[in-house]
Structures are given as C-alpha cells and as structure tokens.
Nanobody
C-alpha cells in the first residue's frame, strides 16, 4: 500500500504561483508514474500533468507553459510548480501513483491517490 501525502496549495491571487508536493509515506516514488489531477466544484477529475518513472512528462493543454511537473528521486518527491495562475485553475488538486505508468492521463489508471489539497485563485 502506498500512502501519498500532498503539501502546498492555498489561496493566491491571479498571476501568482504555488508549488504542490507529493510524497509517499515511508517509501520512494522513483519507480512509479505520478500524475496530478484536479477537480473543480461540480466537475469531473481533470488531468493536469504526469511524469513517468523514466522522466517523460505529460501536461494538459490548459496548463502548458504555466505548470511544470518534476520529480526529485533523492528526496522521494514529485512537484507541481504552478505559475501564472488563473481563477479557472481553482480546484482540489490530487496526486496519484501508478505502478505501470500506462495511460498516465487517465484518473482511473492509477493505483493510489492522495487526499487532495485546495487551490483557490482569486481574481
């Protein structure tokens, strides 16, 4: 069982930045694909970004050029740097881990999910 712990999030003005961190309690995420998803109120989970164990990254078109996913295997963490935030980025953000890395943009393809953190961007 992999327990994912998310830190970061909060309230920021439009144009600001936030950094989310995702770590696995007691183990490394280096062998897992890790994805970030978000869920705005009343909407389905939306893919944001993912990084495979080998380092290949994927990003949703809506965040390309503004958000960056990275992993630090030495510190066992995966990060989502969010810049130029917009009010439409407001959502609960989740990280998820996958053993296989198959279909990294699909919520249901992951094996473990973190508890979520609220990101609110004010206009």
């Amino acid at each position: 069982q992999v327990q994912l712990v998310i830190s970061g999030g909060g309230l920021v003005q439009a144009g600001g930045s936030l950094r989310l961190s995702c770590a696995a309690s007691g183990r490394t995420l280096s062998t897992y694909a890790v994805g970030w998803f978000r869920q705005a109120s009343g909407k389905e989970h939306e893919f944001v970004a993912a990084v495979l164990s080998g380092g290949t990254t994927y990003s949703a078109g809506s965040v390309k050029g503004r958000f960056a996913i990275s992993r630090d295997n030495a510190n066992h963490g995966v990060y989502l740097q969010m810049n130029s935030l917009k009010p439409e980025d407001t959502a609960i953000y989740y990280c998820a881990a996958s053993r296989s890395g198959a279909q990294p943009t699909t919520w249901s393809s992951y094996d473990y999910w973190g508890q979520g953190t609220q990101v609110t961007v004010s206009s």
